[in-house]
């Protein structure tokens, strides 16, 4: 059984900076993993995703603030987050996928409040 845990959130206020961070119990090699947010009311979307030789995708909202990165041999991925937003509060969660199988973390607070 895979797992993934995340860990990270807190409370920051605008214009500040935290670090996402997300742990696989297994190998994330071959795998695509990303970040996700969830905001009250709203449907989960994508952050951002990083392949396993390094492409990476963004979201529009999040692009030039946001970082993405992992370490295979370790099995985690990271999101560094600056230039925060009150926008930006949402659960995240830590997604790991294949062509036909997805797993999910069980997500982390992110408040963006002054």
């Known amino acids: 059984q895979v797992q993934l845990v995340e860990s990270g959130g807190g409370l920051v206020q605008p214009g500040g900076s935290l670090i996402l961070s997300c742990k696989v119990s297994g190998t994330i090699f071959g795998y695509v993993m990303g970040w996700y947010r969830q905001a009250p009311g709203k449907q989960r979307e994508l952050v951002a995703r990083?392949?396993?030789?390094?492409?990476?995708n963004y979201a529009d909202s999040v692009k030039g603030r946001f970082t993405i990165s992992r370490r295979n041999a370790e099995g985690t991925v990271s999101l560094q987050m600056n230039s925060l937003k009150p926008e930006d509060t949402a659960v995240y969660y830590c997604n790991l996928q294949d062509d036909r199988r997805s797993w999910w973390g069980q997500g982390t607070q992110v408040t963006v409040s002054s």
């Open positions: 990083i392949r396993t030789d390094g492409p990476t």
